[in-house]
């Protein structure tokens, strides 16, 4: 079924290659997630007006924490450095 216009299509194939992706690469931001001031969280209304991040959950934290890119979801270069660039824009 194609995602876009949901019609239906039935091919005739010699072969029949499944990409699934990868597994984020989240290990390092669950070990630091503790320790930040945000516990990692988005404050996704600041995000989108690129305002500066100012969640607290955590007063003994000494950084803030976000996950980008691979840490998300498998993704390509493109989408890391976007979510990046949204993130650090009011820094």
Not at 29 to 44: C, E, P, R
Not at 46 to 66: H, K, T
């Amino acid at each position: 079924m194609n995602e876009y216009s949901q019609a239906t299509e039935t091919r005739i194939v010699d072969q029949v290659v499944v990409e699934h992706g990868t597994v984020p690469v989240d290990n390092l931001y669950f070990d630091l997630k503790d320790l930040s001031v945000n516990h990692g969280a988005v404050d996704y209304p600041a995000l989108i007006s690129l305002s500066p991040q100012r969640i607290v959950r955590n007063e003994s934290g000494s950084f803030q924490l976000f996950r980008i890119g691979d840490a998300v979801t498998s993704r390509n270069i493109h989408a890391a450095i976007l979510d990046a660039y949204r993130l650090c824009w009011a820094i």
